[in-house]
């Protein structure tokens, strides 16, 4: 089974960000909250570009994820877990 | 070293206070991203995977001890620690915050650098030789001439909305270092049978979607006609190149549509109007310029150094650094440095805060306070005496800068690619690492010889694969990063485009199937030719057999 998540950059240091079931936004992909079917993802991007026009996040969109709640392409992985290895030791990267 | 004047320094500064007005109003809400999104580009700051990364103009890749402590400064107060040198020879920072980005750009100004003209449709940094003002085969020193063009064309009125981005390299040496011949204008200084040196101007290189090979449309420009003749090619395309398609917006494509002969005989007719106007260059004003890099004091001192000597026969990792990382210097008893940024397992061209600081230490104790960046994302100290190549080396060799590797097989130039970057297809940067593991054993890197390896992320060409000698593209399969593998290209006096071998290998073999290649040329080369040479006489056949028969 797969889903869609809703994600963004948010505006003040673009950051990437999930939005949760609260209405708020995440920074880990597994707060996101995960959508099955096609009218509700609908909604949860609406609710996105809200939040975008209320200068919270930058261009939302949908990316579908796994079972697991991870996301199907590797750009929406490294965009979730951080850059593929750790390059400098400040770098955040946690891939499963 | 050019110094800003103050109609500089004052505009780079209120630019700063406009956009820190300007980023408060949308951190307000007051402007949507659409209308913001424009002005913050203007500055240099995009919006990537991670963060917002903010592109600061390294001018012809010239920095002074003082700018460089100000980079690692921003690396270290906004960002994670480091910064990325590119291809263009200017520096990025990944991780920047939208909120502080008018203090790193505050704290930039300050030493007179901005990220102005790092994006948009616009005239780009002007970039050149890494060596200019010291190579021994320099006819003339480019950086006054490269300076020249960044006042003529930063916040040019005309040409702030151009139909695309717009790239002008200059060589002042017969050796290009400067890829002259893959930018939207080439400046290749040389001299007439009269003995006076101008420029050959070619117009249309460029790599990306659309790799082109530039065309001269004047062999001999005499060098007061330098900023018409520019303004006559800048006009033709402003009103010419296509505005209704972004991939044919470049200039290559109206010199490639319409043919070099008519683009020059279009620029000639726009530079009648012009050559004789405001914009002659005034023997007074390239003087004022050309004042600005006056051969910095040089001792004298024997083309010979005892020192090195003796280093170099008890220490064969001297030896390994002297032959590949020391390069010739135009005044006796000086080298040029290059500090390589490709460390074995290193993401190519980054430099952490601390290695900034202490380059520009070292630039200040050896040398002239004076650093370049290399198009090959290394860094240049320009001005060492020789008798202090060993101590510097050690100071280096410290700081993981003195990897003896410049122009082999692990001096890889990479764009940041898919760990990073928004267009990205796929990965670069681990593609590197690999490889340099893989040809980690520095005597093989020796034995193999000067080799240049590229890799792209996508088809934007920012890490120059089609001139690599081996070049790397990374393009999606089925939802799979794969690289396509080009052979045969570079961008020195030869310039040439790679062909393409075969099918695109996936990420796990193309570690694989560039050894095999590097092996076949190994098999297969005769006595002084290098990769390329051998790839040129033998034709692509056996490269082919080795990669997928083999496979
Ligand atoms: S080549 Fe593509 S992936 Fe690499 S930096 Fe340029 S746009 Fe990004």
């Known amino acids: ?96 | 070293m050019y110094q800003y004047d103050t109609i500089d320094q004052t505009f780079v500064q209120q630019r700063v206070a406009q956009f820190r007005d300007q980023v408060s109003r949308r951190l307000a809400g007051e402007l949507a991203e659409d209308e913001f999104k424009p002005l913050r580009l203007l500055n240099g700051l995009y919006l990537q995977l991670h963060a917002y990364m903010l592109r600061v103009a390294i001018p012809y890749g010239v920095l002074s001890a003082r700018q460089l402590r100000a980079l690692a400064h921003v690396a270290r107060r906004y960002d994670r620690g480091y910064g990325h040198f590119t291809t263009r020879q200017n520096i990025q920072f990944n991780w920047i915050k939208l909120a502080e980005a008018p203090d790193a750009l505050a704290d930039l100004a300050a030493v007179g650098i901005h990220g102005i003209q790092t994006s948009g449709n616009t005239i780009r940094n002007v970039t050149t030789d890494e060596l200019a003002g010291v190579a021994p085969d320099e006819i003339e020193d480019p950086r006054p001439w490269c300076e020249l063009i960044r006042q003529w064309s930063t916040l040019h009125p005309e040409f702030s909305f151009l139909p695309r981005k717009f790239k002008i390299a200059v060589t002042g040496s017969p050796h290009d270092r400067a890829a002259v011949r893959v930018h939207d204008i080439g400046l290749r200084m040389h001299r007439n049978p009269a003995g006076e040196v101008g420029f050959e101007v070619l117009v249309g290189g460029g790599l990306g979607r659309t790799p082109l090979i530039g065309k001269t449309i004047k062999p001999f420009l005499p060098k007061r006609d330098l900023l018409s003749y520019l303004e006559a090619v800048l006009r033709t395309y402003n009103l010419a190149g296509r505005r209704d398609n972004i991939y044919k917006a470049r200039i290559k494509i109206l010199v490639h549509d319409i043919g070099a002969d008519a683009m020059a005989e279009r620029v000639e007719a726009e530079w009648a109007q012009l050559r004789d106007g405001a914009l002659v260059v005034a023997d007074a004003d390239i003087a004022r310029l050309a004042a600005a890099f006056a051969p910095a004091p040089y001792a004298p001192r024997s083309p010979r150094s005892e020192a090195v000597e003796h280093a170099r026969l008890t220490d064969a990792a001297f030896g390994r650094w002297l032959k590949r990382n020391v390069f010739a210097h135009k005044v006796a008893g000086y080298a040029a440095v290059k500090l390589s940024l490709k460390p074995i397992d290193g993401p190519p061209g980054d430099a952490t805060a601390d290695q900034m600081d202490a380059v520009a230490d070292l630039a200040e104790r050896y040398g002239f306070g004076e650093i370049r960046v290399s198009h090959e994302q290394n860094l240049v100290l320009p001005d060492v005496a020789l008798d202090d190549l060993p101590a510097l080396w050690r100071a280096l060799d410290a700081l993981g800068l003195a990897t003896p590797n410049i122009g082999l097989v692990s001096d890889i130039i990479a764009c940041p690619g898919l760990d990073y970057c928004g267009l990205a297809t796929a990965r670069s940067i681990p593609v590197a690492q690999h490889l340099t593991r893989r040809f980690e054993d520095i005597a093989r890197a020796h034995d193999i010889g000067k080799l240049h390896i590229n890799i792209s992320g996508c088809i934007n060409a920012c890490g120059h694969h089609h001139v690599g000698h081996i070049g790397l593209l990374g393009v999606d399969k089925n939802g799979a990063e794969h690289y396509q593998i080009t052979l045969g290209g570079r961008a020195d006096e030869h310039a040439a485009l790679g062909k393409l071998l075969g099918p695109a290998v996936p990420y796990d073999g193309v570690v694989d199937a560039v050894e095999r290649i590097v092996e076949t040329y190994v098999r297969l080369r005769q006595d002084g030719e290098i990769f390329v040479d051998t790839v040129k006489r033998v034709g692509p056949t056996p490269f082919k057999e080795a990669v997928y028969v083999a496979a």
């Open chain 1, 1 to 96: 089974m797969t889903g869609q998540i809703a994600t963004a950059n948010r505006l003040v240091d673009g950051a990437v960000v999930f939005r949760r079931a609260d209405g708020g936004w995440g920074l880990r992909v597994e707060e996101a909250v995960v959508i099955a079917d096609e009218a509700a993802a609908e909604t949860l991007l609406a609710a996105a570009k809200r939040d975008a026009a209320a200068a919270l996040v930058v261009e939302p969109y949908l990316v579908e994820v796994d079972a697991a709640g991870a996301p199907t392409s590797y750009r929406e992985r490294i965009r979730a877990y951080g850059p593929s290895r750790a390059f400098h030791a400040d770098v955040p990267t946690r891939h499963p």
